[in-house]
């Protein structure tokens, strides 16, 4: 289980709730069987308007990435579709091409969501990138229902939700 977040949104309140949905998450996936790791990556926030505009950008440097041992399938949390996420996820294959991968699009569609100037680029960036996705992710998955596929990815419908019964630590 990969995740991704920006350094500054590390200690945002509102992280908490999504680090209770990923440890809910990492614990199902342990009920079926599966030996899970909680990676993440830790990006930076220390970009100009010139590299958030700039296409060839990205927060993800494949340099900073090392992984020790070839998982089998990926399960990965991001907030937008760069470059440096596609040429990640070619990484991923190359490394094990038969490796199933599953990206999470947490709020999807982006309409509530594009509110700063920031969030609009990313946006813009993304509609180069999402193209891409189809030769490396094999589902994505989505709380929102009523899609059977997405970018010409077949989709998992999951809701949104935690159970709120279990004890976070």
């Known amino acids: 289980y990969l995740s991704y977040r920006e350094s500054s949104s590390c200690n945002r309140k ?8 990923i440890k809910c998450q990492l614990r199902q996936i342990e009920k079926l069987g ?6 993440y990556y830790k990006g930076t926030k220390n970009y ?4 958030l505009i700039n296409p060839f950008y990205s927060c993800i440097d494949l340099k900073n990435i090392k992984i020790l041992q070839v998982p089998d399938a990926v399960y990965i949390r991001f907030w937008h579709i760069d470059i440096g996420l596609i040429k990640f996820l070619a990484y991923l294959k190359k490394m094990n091409k038969s490796m199933k991968i599953i990206l999470e699009i947490a709020t999807y569609p982006y309409k509530g969501e594009l ?9 813009v960036k993304e509609g180069i990138y999402r193209k891409f996705l189809f030769k490396y992710v094999d589902r994505i998955l989505l709380s929102t229902p009523g899609y059977k596929k997405l970018f010409g990815i077949k989709v998992l419908y999951v809701p949104n939700a935690v159970d709120y019964n279990e004890q976070f630590v």
């Open 14 to 21: 509102n992280w908490v709730g999504v680090e209770k949905k």
């Open 34 to 39: 599966y030996q899970t790791e909680h990676m």
């Open 48 to 51: 100009s308007l010139i590299d």
């Open 115 to 123: 509110l700063s100037l920031e969030s609009k680029i990313l946006y």
